[in-house]
């Protein structure tokens, strides 16, 4: 129940926003390094167009420390640690250690490689978030050979040590056609599944992210129905119903965003919260709108502080309403205390409770 007291102070925090209207960083991702010890295929760190000194990019222990303290402050109740690899990073153990002491719900989204060697340290998050993208062979062409079989046996680690665990995979033309695989798979391990798309805006030439708005419309579909089968393998889809109809439901291209002057007659667009509840930071120092519009264009907190980043911040945001992102569509349910999300949450820490209420 270790978990109860960071939940209940994020949600005090979101009533208070809801309440004020003041803009505060309630969630924030802190990509802490971005060395890593894999090379998926669909991520930054195999950019060869990106300078080595980026690509090495970390926060010190003290650097972070002093930052976390101050995001406090503003109201961050809610971290996801990740990066590159945040299991790499020399000094994770203090640092999940001064997020935790801090009353912060701390989750952290990891390959899986490391967990066995970092178990005591994972043990102190409140959740953590395996990436896993499909059966063996699948998720090893996208994220590396024995990547599957490493990160499973971390799953399987993690979960005999009580440490609330899902898993997170990345769409592709390798398991667009059969999410029931996929699905299959967590509900042997007995994990939560939450599934996004790649996240590129339209920047990536990779055929297996060439995917229309046609092709992903019935790959919602398809999942929204798998979600409705709450008895089988859709029992374990931890995306909400509402925001896989937002994403089934998307009007234009899968990677534009909509814009301040468009309007849609048949689609509400959902409200979006970077720079309003949600922030994040890149390893370079960055504070970044949001992963999908480039983490390392915004203010440089080294410099200028939290605050003053903060307070910038705005001005980096294009003129974007809402995107096809079901990551930041269910940050915004969740932001705005979305009883379907708050479900899918509880449902990853109280998850042998839930069951047995059902029985
Ligand atoms: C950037 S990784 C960092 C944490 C850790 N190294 C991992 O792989 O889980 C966080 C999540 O983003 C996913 N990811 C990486 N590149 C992506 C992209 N271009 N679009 C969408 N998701 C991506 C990863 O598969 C992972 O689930
Ligand atoms: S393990 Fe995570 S950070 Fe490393 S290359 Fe893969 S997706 Fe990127």
Redesign the pocket.
Known sequence: MGQLKPLISLGTQILKHKITRKRAPIFLCI?LTNK?N?R?K????IDETIPKEILNAEYTKEEIIEIIDEFYEMGTRLIFL?????LVHGDIDAIVDHIVGKGIYLQI????ILIEKKLETIKKAHAI???L?GREDVNDA??GKNVYRRAVKGIRIAKEAGVPTRV???ISRHNLENPEELLSICKKLDVPLTI?????LGK?TDPA?MISREEYQEFWEKYLALAKDSEGIGSIISNSAQAIRKCRDWPIDYHRYITTDEVFDDYEPAFCPPTVTYTGLSATGKMFVC?NLGIDKGPDVRKLGVRQAWKMLPEYRPNCVSCASI?YIEVSMLLSLNPGIILSGLKLHFRKLLSGLKK
């Open positions: 990509f890593c894999l998926c669909y991520c930054f760190v990740l990066g590159g690899e945040p989204l990891t390959n899986g978030c395996v990436s993208d996208m994220r997170h995979a990345v996004a798309p790649s996240c590129h990536t992210f992963m990551n």
